[in-house]
Nanobody
Framework: VHLVESGGGLVQAGGSLRLSCKVS????????IGWFRQAPGKEREGVSTLVTSDGDTVTSDSMEGRFAISSDNAQNMVYLQMNNLRPEDTAVYYC?????????????????WGQGTQVTVNS
């Protein structure tokens, strides 16, 4: 299983970015994808997760209303739309895949991880 993130970059506060995660090698049709982030000096935290079979999603309360996860199952792509970005959103963003098809921010449940993509938000 291989996950590759893209779409990170430098953006001004108030701007938007859409991160992409290409999932390959996953033979299951029913699994969960999560977006996580790790800011400098902080622990990694869950951002948003999605179950591929039914499209159910959950987004962290602190990002609800600004961030949204979605998927294109035909293309094996998962996206994270980030709007109204703030300097505190600066972090490395990771996508991860879990063989358990339910919503969770528990990192131990995610067996496969991408390499991460840097998002930097300037004030």
């Amino acid at each position: 299983v291989h996950l590759v993130e893209s779409g990170g970059g430098l953006v001004q506060a108030g701007g938007s970015l859409r991160l992409s995660c290409k999932v390959s090698g996953f033979t299951r049709a029913d699994y969960a994808i999560g977006w996580f982030r790790q800011a400098p000096g902080k622990e990694r935290e869950g951002v948003s997760t999605l179950v591929t079979s039914d499209g159910d999603t959950v987004t962290s309360d602190s990002m609800e209303g600004r961030f949204a996860i979605s998927s294109d199952n035909a293309q094996n792509m998962v996206y994270l739309q980030m709007n109204n970005l703030r300097p505190e959103d600066t972090a490395v963003y990771y996508c991860a895949a879990s063989e358990d098809p339910f919503l969770s921010f528990e990192e131990s449940g995610y067996k496969y991880w991408g390499q991460g993509t840097q998002v930097t938000v300037n004030s």
